[in-house]
């Protein structure tokens, strides 16, 4: 207890008011539950409503919509549900005391709360990784951002934040940063990759095409130089094991320089209770219902891992709805055995990583490396899935069927050659 | 005079290698398409390119400064940057519905993809 503290009573609280936590916040809701929401910024969407660009909700609303568009709709659902939300709401810490006592303790611009629960759902999302953290030295100068940072500064503040651009990382947010820059008259100088390959999907790797932007694969940025603002760049070539070769170095002249070197799941506030994280994905180790190792504690969207589509950090979101629901009701989620799922050849990470054989679960992994023509198999089973295409780039998810896995022990997962 | 495109079909996610020869304006041979649908689309993607286009316009009055745009239909490429010219010089006044037609360019409807 928290003397002087206003205290809150809910059944959940939802951490996160982007996609995943939207999606839990209305599932809970529709199974009866008494939620709250809690977002830091000051609207709901999370990262969605700075994404402007067409393709989400093929499968989670079977239409294709722009990001502020998907939030909407999600939002909208929220507010005729009556779900109480509050944004520009900072999450302070998270304390565990038993499994149906669990305190949020928040700050608002009404003042601070501690919100009691009896489960917690945890949708932060993600963090994008920063230009120190890829080992990128020089100046410390302005006109160095993340690809988030410049997509707020242009989509939501409507702020041009550069001219001259260079973008590390060819993955879809760094192809699509690329698209907004040269879309609104800035020249993209390079965009520069560390692997031999694209990282983005075909279709947005199209982009590089329809704006004539080069793309240096095997490249890596390694030093920003300017007296103030970024005046130029210098790049690399690299071999085949990442090592930098020698006497290759070229510099890019740019006021600008974009980091898109992937994301992190944020994780901070669930560590400190103890919750036990997979270093493959960086997010935390969860079972079928996306419960942490602390019971309880459900999470859902990027801060799980980092997904490729909004439509499975959605559905993600109504799982650990779901999961909270029947935590509640049965004070706690039971299982007579957990089936360990690890990782075999080819896959570099997945979750869940415990299934109860009592349901039907999807698996969500990536790759290490693109291979054509696969198979994804798990041995233990005998199920095998064609896949003509793997890459890293694009998140696999696969479906397995309570009765398949019922008797197992174990499920490797692996993708292999045919 | 012959020019022979090549592309990565976006169609579905098998991704095929698809390469369109075109001969004085016209297509002469389509490989590597594996349905009738890419082969459709790589037809188009090397005679008439056409994207969906989306920017922000400055709004007066909303909870944030801009407001998210598209274009209802996809534009010609070569036509892009006048689009463009004529975006940034629009300027809308909150209210504004999600949905909401702001503009219209060419024929064009420029819609509102969040509100203000």
Known sequence: MFPGIP????????????????????????LGLNVLLLDENDYLGGILPQCIHPGFGLHYFREELTGPEFAA?????????????????RVMEIRNYSDLEKVVIFTSPSGAYQAWAKAIIYAA????????????????????????????LMDIYGVMPGR??????????????ARRFALEGAKVKAVVELMPYPGGLARNVMILRDFDIPLYLSHKVVEVRGRGRVEKVKVVKVDENLNEI??????????????????????????????????????????????????????????LLINDLVDYVAEQGELAAEGAKEFIENGGIGSRKWIRVEKGENVRLLAPHRLSGERDVYLYLRVARPMEDVELRIPEVGKRVKLSLATPAEMLRVKLKAEEIRNSEKLTVEVVRE | MTKTYRFTCIVCPLGCSIEVRIEDGK??????????????????E??????????VVPVEGGALPTVSVKTADPVPKELIPELMKFLMELKLEAPVEIGEVVAEWNGIKIVATRGA
């Open chain 2, 27 to 44: 297509v002469v041979g389509v490989t590597g398409h594996t349905c009738p649908r890419g082969k459709e689309w790589a037809v188009e």
């Open chain 2, 46 to 55: 090397a005679t008439n390119p056409k994207r969906v286009i989306m920017s």
């Open chain 1, 7 to 30: 205290m809150l009573n809910y059944d959940v609280v939802v951490i996160g008011g982007g996609p995943a936590g939207m999606a839990a916040a209305v599932r809970a809701k529709e």
């Open chain 1, 246 to 303: 020698p006497g290759s170095e070229f510099w890019i002249e740019a006021d600008t320089l974009i980091i898109s070197a992937g994301l992190v799941p944020s994780v901070k506030k669930l560590t400190a209770i103890g919750v036990e994280i997979d270093p493959s994905t960086g997010g935390p180790v969860v079972n079928d219902r996306l419960e942490t190792s602390v019971p309880g504690v459900f999470v859902a969207g990027n801060a």
């Open chain 1, 125 to 152: 999302g993600a963090r994008e990784r920063h230009a120190f953290e890829i080992g990128i030295v020089g100046d410390r100068v302005a006109g160095v951002y993340t690809a988030g940072e410049a997509q707020t």
């Open chain 1, 164 to 177: 001259e651009v260079v973008i590390v990382g060819s993955g879809d947010v760094g192809l699509i940063m």
């Open chain 1, 73 to 89: 709709r999600l939002a909208k659902r929220l507010v005729e549900l009556g779900v109480e939300y509050r944004t520009a709401a």
